[in-house]
């Protein structure tokens, strides 16, 4: 039998969107709790859920959630590194950027963490990624490099040398991969971001390779 709950896919949504699957139900609320108890949908955060992907038989995406969780926002630094295969270690908590104040959310899916980004450097380096019939907002390789670096406290790039050992030592990343990387996105980001100066070290490390 088809599940009323399967047009909704994998993208999270709010309690009252599950209730209007209901119209003719009057406890819309007390309908919620009991999909959830019988694990038909999945609980993200208070009024927000998400199709059990047996019932929906659509993959969940991390990042989709992350999207939805905490808005506006999109996926940056060591997760979207990771993402694009530019680092190769795991990462174990999906880390976005936001307008919002910095906060962390713990889920059936794991840890999803938020830090605040200004508004005049949001907008910068974002891609809107499409797979399997949906699409999330993600950094590009740049902008997650970026962001990484400007909210690394320990992180100061001085020199070229510092930029290397960073790039090769402290994150694993390729230098080949870093060397084909758009100047310009770290150009803006060097104007409106915090960290600057070691910004503007990638450049010259960027430049000085081309």
Do not use: W
């Amino acid at each position: 039998m088809n599940n009323v709950l399967a047009k909704l896919g994998n993208i999270p949504v709010t309690s009252s969107i599950i209730e209007s699957l209901y119209p003719q139900l009057k406890g819309g609320s007390q309908k919620i709790r009991q999909l959830e108890k019988s694990g038909d949908i999945i609980r993200l955060k208070r009024g927000l859920y998400i199709c059990n992907p047996e019932i929906s038989d659509r993959p969940l995406s991390t990042e989709l959630i992350a999207n939805h969780l905490y808005t506006p926002s999109y996926v940056s630094m060591s997760s979207a590194l990771r993402y694009y295969g530019l680092i190769p270690e795991m990462v174990y908590t999906m880390q976005s950027m936001t307008l919002k104040h910095s906060r962390s959310f713990d889920t059936a899916f794991g840890r999803f963490e938020y830090t605040y980004i200004p508004r005049k450097s949001f907008s910068i380096g974002l891609s809107s990624i499409e797979k399997d019939g949906y699409a999330f907002v993600m950094a590009t390789p740049e902008k997650a490099l970026c962001d990484l670096i400007a909210n690394s406290p320990s992180v100061n790039l001085r020199s070229i040398k510092d930029a290397e050992t960073y790039l090769e030592e402290d994150i694993r990343m390729e230098m080949d991969d870093f060397l084909m990387m758009n100047v310009n996105i770290f150009e803006e980001y060097a104007k409106t971001g915090k960290k600057s100066e070691s910004i503007r070290t990638l450049i010259k490390l960027l430049n000085n390779d081309k």
